[in-house]
């Protein structure tokens, strides 16, 4: 069984509702459901956290060193601004892919950075929902290669 922490940063419990033309009218609940469903075909086990709170998205990724294999993170705001963030995955020493609803690039230019990529395995932006299947599959390929 693989375990994975899935790390939802700020304002993300407002999915459905903030913002739907960029961001989409899946709920932060559709997408861990769909999540779930994902991993129950991959023999994977899901642990999902969503925080307004820098403090405690970095205190989830210290514990994850305890159980996890792997870590999906949409860190949102946090992408641009948290060098905390980033040295936190950096220290777990876990696989991490990073996702995003929109295309980062695509949108403002303080958007275009994100000090997380550097530490991460790989980044998806911009296939909205599917962006978090599509990181899920990629982290767990990585930790279990099919071919
Ligand atoms: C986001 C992109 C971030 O720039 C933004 O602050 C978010 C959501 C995304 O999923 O597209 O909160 O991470």
Redesign the pocket.
């Known amino acids: 069984m693989t375990h994975i922490l899935v790390l939802h940063?700020?304002?993300?419990n407002l999915l459905g509702e903030r913002q739907p033309e960029i961001?989409g009218y899946q709920t932060l609940a559709d997408i861990d459901a769909a999540l779930v469903a994902l991993a129950a075909t991959r023999q994977a086990h899901l642990r999902s956290q969503q925080s307004n709170h820098e403090g405690v998205l970095i205190d989830a990724i210290h514990d994850a060193r305890a159980w996890a294999n792997g870590i999906l993170v949409?860190?949102?705001?946090y992408?641009?601004t948290s060098y905390a963030l980033r040295d936190a995955i950096a220290a777990a020493s876990l696989p991490t892919v990073e996702v995003?609803?929109?295309n980062?690039h695509a949108?403002e230019p303080f958007?275009h950075t994100s000090l997380l990529a550097p530490v991460c395995l790989g980044q998806i932006v911009g296939f909205g929902w599917r962006s978090y299947l599509l990181g899920l599959q990629a982290l767990l390929d990585h930790l279990s290669p099919i071919a």
Do not use: Q, V, W
């Open positions: 940063g700020p304002n993300l961001y949409n860190p949102g705001a992408t641009h995003h609803l929109s980062i949108r958007r």
